[in-house]
Structures are given as structure tokens and as C-alpha cells.
């Protein structure tokens, strides 16, 4: 499993208040994880600051599985 991976099932368990083992890549964020508006809003808080990137919100707002987050996220590396 990729280290970028395991970050984010460790922010988004502590968020969400889940166990990490519930999160998979093509996890939905609302159906799988029970994340509603602000939960979403939250999480790209938190890993704006984890990961020291800025996330757009109209690209935060097509989030749906925990793979689109990281996709974005590896977009994003230089």
C-alpha cells in the first residue's frame, strides 16, 4: 500500500471518526463513509495542511471516492 494512501485513511478514520480498516480506494466518501457536507469540508481542510497543498473547492466538490481524493493528490506532487 502507497504512503500517500495510508495518510489519508489515517485523516479520514480521525475526521470521520471510523476505523482505518473500513476505508478502501473506492470507498464513497458520503455512502461508504457516512461523510456528509461538512465532514467533506473538513477533510479537504485537513489534508490541505497534512500534505501542504491547496485543493479548489469546485475540484474538492467532485471528490467521491477516497481514489478520486488521492488521484487529485498525486496530480499534485511534484
Known sequence: MDELFEKMKKLIAEKLEIEEDKITMDSSFRQDLGADSLDTYELVYAIEEEMGIAIPDEKA????????????????QK
Open 61 to 76: 466538490n467532485e471528490f467521491e471516492t477516497v481514489r478520486d481524493a488521492l488521484d487529485f493528490l498525486k496530480s499534485q
